[in-house]
């Protein structure tokens, strides 16, 4: 289920996990439709179907909010593409991971606007133990690039590698998002466009 659909305050969460991934995704949503001036405390507790006091208990104030949604949508992430690293097969693993980056992209694009969008670009930028989300997920597929160039000879150094694959990959999505791509099978064109720069980027 995509963020845009989760979380509608129709029906009360009924633990304390579902209220506080409830309140995670209306303030996603939020975030993403309006940007930090549209994101109230009292809105999100409408959203999530719960008390601006149960707001105010998992995350403190408006910015503990903010940041615990940025952390969560790196961490949904995070989590997706753990799920296809560190196998047997390294060329796989950088193959796959780039394609659930979509997935999970399409999945929860509130998030991903938050974490990447026109949302983000209107807040402070994290910094600390909430930017460090961001950067262990990056840091991991660099990881999953240099294992694959271990195996196969590479172009140029892992860093590099990642860094074209990750922005090839995120710009498509962004476009996709935002409605912005061009209209085409974009699984298809996703995954071919991953498949050729793997290619171009193997030496030999």
């Given amino acids: 289920m995509s963020a845009s659909a989760s979380g509608s305050g129709s029906t009360a969460p009924s633990t ?3 209220l506080r991934s409830a309140t995670l995704d209306a303030a996603a949503r939020l ?9 109230t405390v009292r809105g999100v507790a409408a959203a999530a179907g719960c008390s601006t006091i149960a707001v105010y208990h998992y995350f403190t104030d408006k910015q503990g909010l903010i940041d615990a949604t940025y952390i969560e949508g790196h961490a949904r992430l995070r989590a997706a593409q753990r799920a296809h690293q560190f196998t047997d097969d390294p060329e796989a693993d950088v193959r796959n991971t780039c394609l659930v980056y979509r997935e999970v992209a399409l999945s929860h694009p509130d998030y991903f606007l938050v974490m990447f969008g026109h949302a983000v670009n209107a807040l402070p930028r994290f910094e600390g133990e909430v930017r460090d989300t961001a950067r262990d997920n990056y840091a991991a597929f660099i990881e999953v690039v240099r294992r694959w160039g271990e195996l196969t000879p590479l172009r140029t150094a892992p860093e590099s590698a990642a860094y074209s694959l990750w922005a090839a990959g995120h710009g498509m999505v962004m476009l996709e998002l935002t409605a912005n791509a ?4 974009l699984v298809i064109r996703y995954a071919e466009t991953i ?3 793997m290619r171009g980027l193997r030496r030999g």
């Fill in 31 to 39: 975030l993403a439709a309006e940007g930090p001036r549209g994101l």
């Fill in 16 to 18: 304390a996990s579902d």
């Fill in 195 to 197: 498949d050729a720069l």
């Fill in 182 to 185: 061009p209209r085409a099978d």
